[in-house]
């Protein structure tokens, strides 16, 4: 990068007062207030929320916030200075605190509610009232949506207060789940994977709740110790934070007929969603069934690349219902998600997801909710025999395209112009046998070996001479399908294009947010360095801790390999 270059990305905004001068409340100025809402924002008591689209709410601040880190790269982005993130009034802001901030900007945060489809299938059952109307955003509050940097951004305080969502807890997010969210979300975007973004983490000196957890070395399933930890603030930045569980909840209450303005809450939130997430793509003026077939289209086309992208780079989501799910198509809700390491079709690192939100089941996990989403678009239509029809075309389209799109990634990582299935079938099953970390396996690969002493690296057994044998079988005829006219060194840049070498070891982020209970961020600021470059080679001391297999004796480990919650 030139000093030129330096220079104007130092040029950025230094302070609150310019930052607000971006403001552009698009959601609070074209979307419907819950009616029943006070006029303050103080509005922290668990309470049924029955129409509008949106509740105001001032965030509780945590108590005696200090700073641990911020994005440098989004900062970037944004257009914002490095330097405006040790000020005093973006500490106050992004740990809660809005009662001084300065005009045009808000001196409330909103919430805003959804429904829940678990794999397609509508719930109630966990509403504290048992009608739909207690789900939404229970310590999630926007403070910030506008324009910078000729875009629209939303910013979001994940832990900051009790909403009207609550369902009876406290509001708050502990540091430990902070720092995986906070580090997690500039990974995948680090991947070239679609997801909300990190802008900052503040922690509390003073402030911590109990939450179950897990003893060192604990080998149970569910947390067997309640631990005190610090709260934290973590704002994470996106296009928009809906949720297609937001356009299910105002398409139930139209079919139900419980509220006399839910079709047009429906409509509204529909064209705001195009507004937000769809505007250079879909004509806001056009016809309602010309955007809603456009929408599906529009939205198929994201989900199917986003969940592609997941299995390229190993992620699973662990809890990927309705209301996880962003209806601009990217990564949404930080929360039991984990990396494959030693390769499982099925791993799931909740232990409360079932094999239905597994590694391998994450395009079929998507498909229910592109189905759950085509329903909610549905009383828009519904006199419209044509528009139905094809909104069914659309939604039965989803699988053919998945498999595609997955076909294609899957070739890209082997390094083939087409995919050979038996070829892919048959890697499957050797890397299940010989216990094979996914990501380095991919990464050897990559390097166009002759023998199978390259891919042994990620082996996390040593293979009896029979499977050798087979490995040996695989690796001949894996070669053989390599296009001969291709230059294998280009070959290979292309292949560790799309084959990063670092990957995300829970094993390796534990130790960042033990450290940062006690005050030290170092490890956190060395992850976010070495995440921000999966792709790269990096340094020989980066390489020998962080391209590493996992040890044996972190299997299978309490809130390390599973965990029950997130916290």
């Given at each position: 990068?030139?000093?030129?270059?330096?220079?104007?990305i130092?040029?950025?905004?230094?302070?609150?007062?310019?930052?607000?001068?971006?403001?552009d409340?698009?959601?609070?100025?074209?979307?419907?207030?819950?009616?029943d809402?006070t006029?303050?924002g103080?509005?922290y008591?668990?309470?049924?929320?029955f129409?509008?689209?949106y509740?105001?709410?001032?965030?509780?601040?945590?108590a005696?916030?200090i700073?641990?880190?911020?994005?440098?790269?989004?900062f970037?982005?944004?257009?914002?200075?490095d330097?405006?993130?040790?000020?005093?009034?973006?500490?106050?802001?992004?740990?809660?605190?809005?009662?001084?901030?300065?005009?045009?900007?808000?001196?409330f945060?909103?919430?805003?509610?959804?429904?829940?489809?678990?794999?397609?299938?509508?719930?109630?059952?966990?509403?504290?009232?048992?009608?739909?109307?207690?789900?939404?955003?229970?310590?999630?509050i926007?403070?910030?949506?506008g324009?910078?940097?000729?875009?629209?951004?939303?910013?979001?305080?994940?832990?900051?207060?009790?909403?009207?969502?609550?369902?009876?807890?406290?509001?708050?997010?502990?540091?430990?789940?902070?720092?995986?969210?906070?580090?997690?979300?500039?990974?995948?975007?680090?991947l070239?994977v679609?997801?909300?973004?990190?802008?900052?983490l503040?922690?509390s000196?003073?402030?911590?709740v109990?939450?179950?957890?897990?003893?060192?070395?604990?080998h149970?399933?569910?947390?067997?110790?309640?631990?005190s930890?610090?709260?934290?603030?973590?704002t994470?930045?996106?296009?928009s934070?809906l949720?297609?569980?937001?356009?299910?909840?105002?398409a139930?209450?139209?079919?139900s007929?419980?509220?006399?303005?839910?079709?047009?809450?429906?409509?509204?939130?529909v064209?705001?969603?195009?507004?937000?997430?769809?505007?250079?793509?879909?004509?806001?003026?056009?016809?309602?069934?010309?955007?809603?077939?456009a929408?599906?289209?529009?939205?198929?086309?994201r989900?199917t690349?986003?969940?592609?992208?997941?299995?390229?780079?190993?992620?699973?989501?662990?809890n990927f219902?309705?209301?996880?799910?962003?209806?601009?198509?990217f990564?949404?809700?930080?929360?039991?998600f984990g990396f494959?390491?030693?390769?499982?079709?099925?791993?799931?690192?909740?232990?409360g997801?079932?094999?239905h939100?597994s590694?391998?089941?994450?395009?079929?996990?998507?498909?229910?909710?592109?189905?759950?989403?085509?329903?909610?678009?549905?009383?828009?239509?519904?006199?419209?025999s044509?528009?139905i029809?094809?909104?069914?075309q659309?939604?039965?389209d989803f699988?053919?395209?998945?498999?595609?799109?997955?076909s294609?990634?899957?070739a890209?990582?082997?390094?083939?112009d087409?995919?050979?299935?038996?070829?892919?079938?048959?890697?499957?099953k050797?890397?299940?046998?010989?216990?094979?970390?996914f990501t380095?396996?991919?990464?050897q690969?990559?390097?166009?070996?002759?023998?199978?002493?390259?891919?042994?690296?990620?082996?996390?057994t040593?293979?009896?001479?029979?499977?050798?044998?087979?490995?040996?079988?695989?690796?001949?005829?894996?070669?053989?399908?390599?296009?001969?006219?291709?230059?294998?060194?280009?070959?290979?840049?292309?292949?560790?294009?799309?084959?990063?070498?670092?990957?995300?070891?829970?094993?390796?982020?534990?130790?960042?947010?033990?450290?940062?209970e006690?005050q030290?961020?170092?490890?956190i600021?060395?992850l976010q360095?070495?995440?921000?470059?999966?792709?790269?080679?990096?340094?020989?001391?980066?390489?020998?801790?962080?391209y590493?297999?996992?040890?044996?004796?972190?299997?299978?480990?309490?809130g390390?390999?599973?965990?029950?919650?997130?916290?």
């Amino acid at each position: 990068m030139s000093d030129a270059e330096r220079n104007k990305i130092n040029m950025g905004i230094t302070t609150i007062e310019a930052l607000a001068k971006a403001a552009d409340y698009s959601l609070l100025n074209t979307l419907n207030r819950d009616p029943d809402a006070t006029s303050t924002g103080e509005d922290y008591t668990l309470r049924p929320v029955f129409s509008g689209h949106y509740v105001p709410v001032k965030p509780t601040p945590i108590a005696n916030p200090i700073y641990v880190s911020h994005s440098r790269s989004l900062f970037r982005e944004l257009g914002l200075d490095d330097k405006l993130a040790q000020t005093d009034a973006f500490r106050h802001l992004f740990s809660g605190e809005l009662s001084h901030v300065p005009s045009p900007m808000e001196t409330f945060g909103w919430a805003t509610g959804y429904a829940l489809s678990i794999y397609g299938t509508e719930y109630i059952e966990q509403c504290p009232f048992k009608t739909g109307n207690g789900y939404g955003d229970g310590r999630a509050i926007s403070v910030f949506e506008g324009i910078l940097n000729n875009q629209r951004w939303e910013m979001q305080l994940k832990g900051g207060g009790t909403t009207p969502y609550c369902r009876g807890a406290d509001g708050r997010a502990v540091l430990r789940s902070s720092v995986r969210e906070f580090l997690a979300q500039e990974f995948m975007h680090a991947l070239g994977v679609p997801s909300t973004r990190s802008l900052s983490l503040f922690v509390s000196q003073s402030e911590s709740v109990d939450r179950p957890w897990y003893t060192d070395g604990s080998h149970s399933d569910n947390p067997d110790i309640m631990v005190s930890n610090p709260v934290a603030i973590t704002t994470r930045v996106a296009s928009s934070f809906l949720r297609v569980g937001q356009l299910e909840l105002f398409a139930r209450r139209a079919r139900s007929q419980t509220s006399p303005d839910a079709i047009r809450e429906l409509e509204m939130i529909v064209n705001h969603a195009i507004a937000r997430e769809y505007s250079e793509q879909i004509d806001i003026n056009a016809t309602t069934s010309h955007k809603v077939l456009a929408l599906a289209v529009a939205f198929r086309e994201r989900l199917t690349s986003l969940i592609t992208q997941w299995m390229r780079v190993g992620f699973c989501q662990g809890n990927f219902n309705s209301d996880n799910c962003a209806v601009g198509g990217f990564t949404l809700d930080f929360g039991p998600f984990g990396f494959c390491e030693r390769f499982e079709p099925y791993f799931q690192p909740w232990t409360g997801g079932g094999r239905h939100f597994s590694f391998f089941n994450q395009p079929l996990a998507a498909e229910k909710n592109f189905e759950s989403f085509c329903s909610a678009l549905m009383p828009l239509i519904h006199s419209d025999s044509d528009s139905i029809e094809k909104l069914g075309q659309i939604q039965d389209d989803f699988s053919t395209i998945m498999h595609e799109k997955l076909s294609s990634m899957w070739a890209s990582k082997l390094g083939l112009d087409n995919l050979d299935s038996d070829l892919l079938q048959d890697l499957f099953k050797l890397m299940m046998e010989t216990h094979v970390d996914f990501t380095i396996f991919f990464r050897q690969l990559s390097h166009i070996p002759n023998d199978i002493s390259t891919l042994a690296q990620s082996f996390y057994t040593s293979p009896e001479e029979d499977l050798l044998a087979q490995w040996r079988d695989w690796l001949s005829h894996w070669r053989r399908q390599i296009d001969s006219s291709a230059c294998l060194d280009d070959l290979s840049k292309r292949m560790k294009q799309v084959n990063p070498k670092y990957t995300w070891r829970e094993w390796l982020v534990v130790p960042a947010y033990k450290q940062a209970e006690q005050q030290e961020f170092g490890l956190i600021h060395e992850l976010q360095a070495v995440l921000a470059d999966p792709y790269g080679e990096q340094s020989q001391d980066v390489e020998h801790k962080y391209y590493q297999l996992r040890p044996l004796s972190l299997f299978d480990v309490g809130g390390v390999t599973h965990y029950s919650c997130s916290s």
